[in-house]
């Protein structure tokens, strides 16, 4: 029998899909003295996360609140409360995490229409729209920031679309929220589901989801009882509602920490936040493609904070992918699904969309590139971006 040392994690810079690094202030309030779940001080910090939450999901819907699990238990959350067995639903499908959400709804026992797209591209609406009249489904699922290729879908005009057919909308904002806009009630949201480990820059470990009153009617005209009990909003909704009435423990220190990274996320204001991810991936990209990597996700349709490229002909993978974590400490993706071994994703999200973390993976990346025999100009990438800076 032996005991293991003790914990000393290497240092990492995680520019992957997710984890994204934790900002240190994050890493402080987690290291705070835990609350009852009860306390009354403890319930004070649970309304001001709820209030910011509405505030980062730019909302006023009551049903806000964070599951206690991660973004695909959200997903979950939301499939499960809104279809019952038997209901119609279209899930748009354009990557791995699309077909996450069709095998949940099965298991949910709902009567699904897969609509595909090519991976990397987005669906334009004239598709949604013959399907919603085809189908007349209950509920229409999309995922907006589709992390296994980068590609960003349009949402702005779903809501709307979707509420013409008597369809309540359903998005999965797991690497949306905090990287990019998303307008839960102006553009007509009924349900959305995202995470604390990506653009928040909190760990994994909590799933914010809010509801309209729309998607609320609807799950309080259910005939059936959700299948799952510990995700069933209405139960949970007592304990974070005015009722406080016990449902689970609510794991205290993620809640310091998602109340510390919402705070940060709107000190800095949503519009900035969005502005400097773009500005980092206008330089990660320039200079990427300075060194000749290719996006996999369509032109027009790329998203800042996940950059997605194509691995160039005759590199190996795990062996580039190795050296830039041991060698340089970071950490970026490898491709999932139908793009495995073909990408590699590069996220600059949250706390990490910064110039010195392009800077590095770019100087990093070349060394990797170069030692694998592509022909890459070197300082090409860094220079290409630091023009963008400069400019
Ligand atoms: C990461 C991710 C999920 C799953 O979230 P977990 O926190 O890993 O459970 C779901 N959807 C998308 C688009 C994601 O990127």
Redesign the pocket.
């Known amino acids: 029998m032996s005991i293991a040392g003790q914990l000393n994690p290497p240092t990492r810079l995680l520019l992957g899909?997710?984890p994204s690094d934790v900002h240190p202030r994050v890493l402080t309030a987690m290291a705070t003295p835990l609350l009852g779940h009860l306390d009354p001080q403890f319930l004070v910090l649970m309304n001001e996360t709820q209030d910011m939450l509405r505030q980062a999901f730019r909302t006023s819907n009551q049903l806000t609140f964070p599951v206690s699990?991660?973004?695909?238990?959200?997903?979950e959350t939301c499939v499960v409360n809104l279809v019952e067995p038997g209901d119609k639903i279209v899930v748009c499908v354009k990557?791995?995490?699309g077909g996450?959400i069709v095998e949940v709804a099965e298991r949910a026992g709902a009567d699904i229409t897969r609509l595909d797209c090519p991976w990397g591209q987005v669906f334009n609406l004239d598709a949604i729209r013959d399907t919603l009249k085809k189908v007349r489904p209950k509920v229409l699922a999309i995922?907006?920031?589709?992390?296994?290729t980068g590609a960003w879908q349009p949402i702005q005009e779903l809501g709307k679309l979707c509420h013409e057919h008597d369809a309540l909308l359903l998005v999965?904002?797991?690497?949306a929220l905090g990287c990019v806009p998303l307008e839960v009630d102006a553009w007509e949201i009924d349900a959305v589901?995202s995470?604390?480990?990506?653009g928040l820059s909190c760990p994994?470990g909590l799933?914010p989801v809010t509801f309209s009153p729309r998607a609320v009617e609807a799950i309080a005209k259910r005939k059936t009882k959700v299948q799952s009990w510990y995700l069933d909003v209405t139960m949970v909704q007592r304990y974070w509602g005015a009722d406080r009435f016990y449902h689970h423990t609510a794991p205290i220190t993620m809640i310091y920490a998602l109340r510390e990274g919402l705070r940060i996320v709107l000190e800095e204001g949503l519009e900035a936040r969005w502005q400097r991810h773009l500005r980092n991936h206008r330089a990660l990209k320039a200079g990427l493609e300075a060194m000749g990597l290719e996006y996999s996700a369509a032109a027009g349709h790329q998203l800042p904070q996940?950059n997605a490229v194509k691995i160039p002909a005759g590199v190996d993978d795990l062996k580039a992918r190795g050296q830039l974590l041991t060698e340089f400490g970071i950490e970026v993706g490898g491709g999932l699904g139908d793009f495995k071994g073909k990408v590699w994703r590069i996220g600059l999200m949250g706390h990490n969309s910064r110039p010195n973390c392009v800077v590095q993976v770019l100087a990093a990346l070349e060394h990797c590139l170069l030692k694998q025999g592509c022909k890459v100009q070197p300082g090409a990438g860094v220079a290409a971006a630091n023009k963008v800076y400069a400019a």
């Open positions: 899909p997710g699990a991660t973004g695909m238990a959200g997903m990557g791995f995490f996450r995922v907006q920031a589709e992390t296994s999965d904002s797991v690497t589901y995470c604390t480990q990506k994994p799933s996940l």
